[in-house]
């Protein structure tokens, strides 16, 4: 069975930092591109940072380049966000993603986390 469990979020002030971390049990991680998600209330989901299987290419959206960092530790079957200087647009609930596709870019395996919120605020 399938697990991908993140780590708890929490209240964080303006200008602060917070690493969310995620574990996903039941596959071989080293297969899977993970992402991280977000939506803030009202709004819709936004692709907030992805990294590919091999660990080797990053992508970031425009809002969060510069300050936030995805990282993957395949050893331990995690994937990391490391969020700086936080902004209260930062805030929403975060979900992890893990998808693997064929070769040809298909779909196989697309698996999901809870979600976990992030409020930043003074």
């Known amino acids: 069975q399938v697990q991908v469990v993140e780590s708890a979020g929490g209240l964080v002030q303006p200008g602060g930092s917070l690493r969310l971390s995620c574990v996903i049990s039941?596959?071989?991680?080293?297969?899977?591109?993970m992402s991280w998600y977000r939506q803030a209330p009202g709004k819709e989901r936004e692709l907030v940072a992805t990294?590919?299987?091999?660990?080797?290419?990053?992508t970031y959206a425009d809002s969060v380049k510069g300050r936030f960092t995805i990282s993957r530790d395949n050893a331990k079957n995690t994937v990391y966000l490391q969020m700086n200087s936080l902004k209260p647009e930062d805030t929403a609930v975060y979900r992890c993603?893990?998808?693997?596709?064929?070769?040809?870019?298909?779909?196989?395996?697309?698996?999901w986390g809870q979600g976990t919120e992030v409020t930043v605020s003074s």
């Open positions: 990294i590919a299987s091999a660990g080797g290419t990053t």
């Open positions: 039941g596959v071989t991680f080293s297969n899977y591109g």
């Open positions: 993603n893990a998808l693997r596709r064929s070769y040809l870019g298909r779909v196989i395996n697309d698996y």
